[in-house]
Antibody, heavy 122, light 111 residues
Framework: QITLKESGPTLVKPTQTLTLTCSFSGFSLSTSGVGVGWIRQPPGKALEWLALIYWDDDKRYISSLKNRLTITKDTSKNQVVLTMTNMDPVDTATYYC??????????????WGQGTLVTVSS | QSALTQPASVSGSPGQSITISCTGTSSDVGGYNYVSWFQHHPGKAPKFIIYDVSNRPSGVSNRFSGSKSGNTASLSISGLQAEDEADYFCSSYTSIIPHVVFGGGTKLTVL
């Protein structure tokens, strides 16, 4: 059974760096084809994909935030960490991590964490 | 990257059927058969219920079905039950980096 859980601060101040940890079980991030991504949803808005790390350490970032994001993995701990620098109130959102795998004809985020709400405010 | 367009809300009575639309463009929904749907009860993890437009993962009720016509994908739920009350969002592959786009979500109310 695959589970993921996000953890990190619920409140950060503008200009601070946000560090979120995704702890997972039921799969290994050293297995070929597997990835873990981060997706966020600002209040009242659509989901927005942020970053993805693959089993082979290949990393992808949304271009608009690429300079602020870093995604890393610790395979031995079954964790993926996302850092976002220079936080702004517009970054207030629920942040999700999700398992990505080839499914059927495509690749999908098939298992998600419950999300963690991060508020950016002074 | 623009989000896929979904109605903000839909409703139906127990036993009825409803359909939720997800409209994109020829660069995403219309161009590829890589549409997925999720059921999301607030505070819980989103649940993957449809992939490749119309396929259900193992364990998902056959009351959920997906389809696509042109740039619009649809999720249908038959025999509505109280536990179906949730938010539903769609996702599609897109030719535009970052290669994934999501809908804004639709709140289903079971009357």
């Amino acid at each position: 059974q695959i589970t993921l859980k996000e953890s990190g601060p619920t409140l950060v101040k503008p200009t601070q760096t946000l560090t979120l940890t995704c702890s997972f079980s039921g799969f290994s991030l050293s297995t070929s084809g597997v990835g873990v991504g981060w997706i966020r949803q600002p209040p009242g808005k659509a989901l927005e994909w942020l970053a993805l790390i693959y089993w082979d350490d290949d990393k992808r970032y949304i271009s608009s935030l690429k300079n602020r994001l870093t995604i890393t993995k610790d395979t031995s701990k079954n964790q993926v960490v996302l850092t976002m620098t220079n936080m702004d109130p517009v970054d207030t959102a629920t942040y999700y991590c999700a398992h990505r795998i080839h499914y059927g004809s495509g690749s999908y985020y098939d298992y998600w964490g419950q999300g963690t709400l991060v508020t950016v405010s002074s | 990257q623009s989000a896929l367009t979904q109605p903000a809300s839909v409703s139906g009575s127990p036993g009825q059927s409803i359909t939720i639309s997800c409209t994109g463009t020829s660069s995403d929904v219309g161009g590829y058969n890589y549409v997925s749907w999720f059921q999301h009860h607030p505070g819980k993890a989103p649940k993957f219920i449809i992939y490749d437009v119309s396929n259900r993962p193992s364990g998902v009720s056959n009351r959920f079905s997906g389809s696509k016509s042109g740039n619009t994908a649809s999720l249908s739920i038959s025999g509505l039950q109280a536990e179906d009350e949730a938010d539903y969002f769609c996702s599609s592959y897109t030719s535009i980096i970052p290669h994934v786009v999501f809908g804004g979500g639709t709140k289903l109310t079971v009357l």
